[in-house]
């Protein structure tokens, strides 16, 4: 049965004592104190007392597994601090890459709406034969003002 059972919450301090009358064995009777302490850091401190003469023995356990050394953390700041520059450009190459796509892509979709606007003028022209010169007029600023909206919404920069 364990003394500190698994997940017990932290920090927690546990004692047992330990005796060779328990173990069946002759003898002298020795009884051992065994205290077991977690502190909020997770770290294992034993301690160990004889019950009649008192000498005791003390032992701490840590646990570095996952932790870095303060020279890893040294290095990484290092390291970090000598890509800073390439970390940088890398990054200023990337937001002009995504400029240049969504750019393209938002001139693409004003392409696509220029050509259906076209083509319904195209239609209304091969119904509209007789129309008036103000219908005509008025159909061409139509599309005239869409090309310059649209124009000025995706003009190029150099």
């Known amino acids: 049965m364990p003394l500190i059972k698994r ?13 060779t009358h328990s173990d069946n064995q002759p003898g002298v009777l020795i009884q051992i104190e065994v205290t ?10 034993v301690l160990a007392s004889e019950m009649t003469t008192r000498p005791s023995n003390r032992i701490t356990i840590t646990s570095d597994k996952g932790c870095l050394s303060e020279e890893e953390i040294e290095y990484m700041v290092w390291e970090a601090e000598m ?9 200023a ?11 393209a892509y ?8 220029l050509e259906i606007a076209v083509n319904e ?3 209304w022209l091969d119904g509209s034969q007789e129309a008036s010169k103000e219908e005509y007029d008025g159909q061409k600023k139509g ?14 920069s150099s």
């Open 83 to 91: 890509y800073k520059a390439e970390d940088g450009a890398a990054a």
């Open 143 to 156: 599309v005239a003002s869409y090309r310059q909206r649209d124009h000025a919404e995706t003009e190029w």
């Open 121 to 123: 003028k195209i239609s």
């Open 36 to 45: 077991f302490d977690i502190n909020a850091n997770g770290i294992l401190n």
């Open 106 to 113: 938002d001139l693409r979709d004003s392409i696509e709406k």
């Open 7 to 19: 997940n017990a919450t932290i920090p927690t301090k546990k004692s047992e004592i330990f005796t």
């Open 93 to 103: 190459r990337i937001q002009s890459k995504n400029d240049l796509e969504s750019y």
